[in-house]
């Protein structure tokens, strides 16, 4: 290039990529030996490893498992009872209570709104005396250590708007999940593991799709995706090394890409490509760590026995619940599980009894558990889905067999430990657990606050793009909910 060329290409970009050659070095020698530069990260143990400095709030939890119920469990029939709606099955559901609200496609077909009063038996648990269906007993013997929600609400009223918006703070797709939030400003203790990992499990009703971006990163650096394990296979895709590939082998590929791809770097002053860096050493030394993860060898017989006969089944939601008690073990700050097939608009009954079936046991398993290791007071543990069902019958209401529509307009969901309330009951519903009367909170104030819990402030928690400062909880005027933390 004659010297007239580089003056002309020598835009703000370029020179900002060339001055990045000296950082791009430093974190490349950071990544492939980390003591080098720990110094400063091990000050103190309230600092986060990842981009934020520190927490704004002294913080009561270090780690979130979420345990999500996909296609929109029935509140109705599992939490939020009223015994006068045993009064008003099978009459039609008044006007005044739906009152002109939004509904779905496959309901405004229908004629007629008949009330269906849940198909199960509902008693009284723990201190508080909070109502739990006989579908669910082992979540209901962990009443006194758990927060019920009975008043969280959403806009979206199909499923995939109202799962985006409850996992990034948006319906519209493209915005990072929040456990990529989370791994981008906390950052993780443990560097042999990722930062956030998800497993899915499916039950035999109707399953939605889940896609990708709902762990995805978004604008975020795509290094704080989350890690899909899997229940076949190698855990992670392309884990183990290729027939005659032997792992020193494999140190001396990476090596050399990690030249190839730092003189990219120096050229284009790209930052994915300090992305691409760490995914490649992250996947080396998951070889080590994640087959030591997923034996089960040395977990005792008492407490397989907890999680239920299908803890030592791959691609269980027990299994996957004991999994990710292991990875809390080993400080991995954010667990997603999904468990596909609430979509019950028919055959409720029978559908829902075997997804509660599937996530009872091993849920209320995995709370006393953490408990029992002591881990419960530093780690949330949230269970819920996108939104409820609806008090009136989906289709033709029979004797033994109805279906519920979607419901955003309130619907329950649980936390426990990491400074969430023991033994609480919060907000409350119309006698047809349809509309909020009182405490109502949002999916993005519900974010809002476990974001509190983790010591982060959800108002300066902000990423700048497009202008913007982005942030999980949305632009909507989000709030902590104060009387969630105990």
């Not at 090394?241 to 790209?270: H, V, Y």
């Amino acid at each position: 290039m004659n010297p007239f060329e580089f003056h002309q290409n020598q835009t703000r970009r370029q020179m900002i990529g060339l001055g990045a050659r000296g950082l791009g070095a430093l974190g490349a020698a950071h990544l492939l030996n980390p003591s080098l530069l720990n110094a400063a990260a091990s000050e103190a143990s309230d600092k986060f490893a990842g981009t934020l400095p520190g927490p704004h709030f002294k913080p009561t939890a270090k780690r979130v498992i979420y345990l999500f119920l996909s296609g929109g469990p029935s509140h109705i029939d599992l939490y939020d009872y009223h015994p006068e709606m045993r009064d008003f099955h099978g009459k039609e559901l008044p006007d005044s209570i739906r009152n002109g609200q939004r509904i779905t496609g496959m309901t405004s077909k229908q004629s007629s709104f008949p009330c269906v009063a849940p198909m199960f038996d509902f008693t009284r648990h723990g201190q508080n005396g909070s109502w739990f269906s006989d579908a669910i007993p082992n979540i209901a013997s962990i009443a006194d250590d758990i927060t019920l929600v009975k008043s969280v609400h959403t806009e979206a009223i199909n499923h995939d708007p109202a799962i985006t918006a409850i996992n990034t703070g948006s319906q519209q797709p493209g915005k990072p999940s929040m456990g990529a939030w989370l791994d981008w400003g906390m950052g993780s203790p443990n560097k042999d593991l990722p930062g956030y990992v998800v497993m899915i499990s499916k039950g035999k009703g109707n399953a939605q799709a889940l896609y990708d971006r709902l762990w995805g990163s978004g604008f975020l650096p795509s290094k704080h995706q989350g890690v899909k394990f899997r229940s076949a296979g190698d855990p992670v895709l392309y884990l183990s090394n290729p027939n005659g590939i032997s792992r020193d082998m494999r140190r001396n590929m990476l090596d050399g890409i990690a030249k190839i791809n730092q003189a990219k770097k120096m050229e284009t002053g790209d930052l994915e490509i300090d992305a691409r860096i760490a995914q490649y050493e992250m996947a080396y030394r998951m070889q080590t760590s994640v087959p030591e993860l997923v034996d089960l060898k040395d977990e005792p017989k008492h407490v397989l026995d907890l999680y239920g006969k299908d803890a030592m089944k791959k691609g269980t939601f027990a299994h996957n619940c004991l999994i990710a008690r292991r990875l809390s073990e080993r400080g991995v700050p954010f667990v997603q599980l999904f468990h596909r097939g609430w979509d019950q608009h028919n055959n409720l009954p029978k559908q829902i009894r075997g997804q509660c079936k599937d996530i009872d046991q091993p849920a209320a398993a995995l709370v006393k558990d953490l408990k029992q290791r002591g881990l419960l007071k530093d780690t949330i543990v949230v269970c819920g889905g996108e939104f409820g069902r609806t008090i009136y019958s989906q289709g033709k209401l029979t004797k033994d067999n109805h279906g519920r529509d979607h419901h955003g307009r309130s619907f329950s969901m649980w936390m426990a430990g990491g400074g969430f309330k023991a033994g609480f009951e919060y907000g409350k519903t119309d006698e047809y657990a349809y509309n909020i009367v009182e405490n109502p909170v949002h999916v993005n104030d519900l974010n809002a606050t476990v974001l509190r819990a983790l010591g982060i402030d959800h108002e300066r928690f902000t990423y700048k793009y497009l202008g913007l400062d982005q942030r999980l909880t949305g632009v909507e005027h989000p709030k902590i909910v104060p009387d969630l933390l105990a």
